[in-house]
């Protein structure tokens, strides 16, 4: 099994439209969690960390259930710049970030 | 305040080659981690310097090497280069050794093309 895997996707999805990503993760003493945004041929670029409680920023929401190994990532409202490769990372403390392989959003006007 | 920098931006070099990327972390990080991304898929983790040490690695072979100098600046080394080790190469800084929840940034990447 992967440390942590994504949604396959592609994700194809009209301008205000919510989508919705989930990531799964194998290492139960994982710490931290995060998502990271990555434009074609760009660096990764942190979006949002993660916390037990959830957390929002803007029209982004993050959840993490510990029990489950789950995280995901909603986004409400598409916009055409939210068009990227959304990666899940998750790490111990200290140690090295492990990425999911990302899953990939097109949405169109 | 500058951010993680890398050198050089793209690379083309041949089989059997030897490659040396450079990373200058953001001002006031201490810790040095780089990652390998091919095409499609998630950067996956090379190793991790701090206090001029590598601290920890991934499964990659020896002729992945690196540094870590007294500014924190890191270079990593490429020995004997094969076609398979075309790829992105990202180097991510954090600060106090990578402490919980210290989320890393990111360089903009060297694109190393083997011939």
């Known amino acids: 099994r992967k440390e942590v895997e994504q949604d396959p996707g592609p994700f194809n999805v009209p301008e205000g439209a919510t989508v919705a990503f989930n990531c799964t993760y194998s290492n139960s003493a994982s710490q931290s969690f995060f998502w990271y945004r990555q434009d074609c041929r760009k660096e990764p670029k942190l979006l949002m960390s993660v916390y037990s409680s959830g957390n929002e920023d803007g029209r982004f929401t993050a959840q993490l259930n510990r029990a489950s190994q789950y995280i995901s990532l909603l986004i409400r409202d598409s916009k055409l710049s939210d068009s990227a490769t959304y990666l899940c990372?998750?790490?111990?403390?200290?140690?090295?970030?492990?990425f999911g392989k990302g899953t990939t959003l097109s949405v169109s006007s | 305040d500058a951010g993680v920098t890398q050198s050089p931006t793209h690379l083309i070099k041949t089989r059997g080659q030897q490659v040396t990327l450079r990373c200058s972390p953001k001002?006031?990080?201490?810790?040095v981690s780089w990652y390998q991304q091919a095409l499609g898929q998630g950067p996956q983790f090379i190793f991790q310097y701090y206090e001029e040490e590598e601290r920890q690695r991934g499964n990659f072979p020896d002729r992945f090497s690196g540094h870590q100098f007294p500014n924190y600046s890191s270079e990593l080394n490429v020995n004997a280069l094969l076609l398979g080790d075309s790829a992105l190469y990202l180097c991510a800084s954090s600060s106090l050794g990578g402490r919980r929840g210290t989320a890393p940034h990111f360089g903009n990447g060297t694109r190393l093309t083997v011939t």
């Open positions: 990372v998750v790490n111990q403390a200290g140690t090295a970030l492990i």
């Open positions: 001002s006031g990080h201490d810790t």
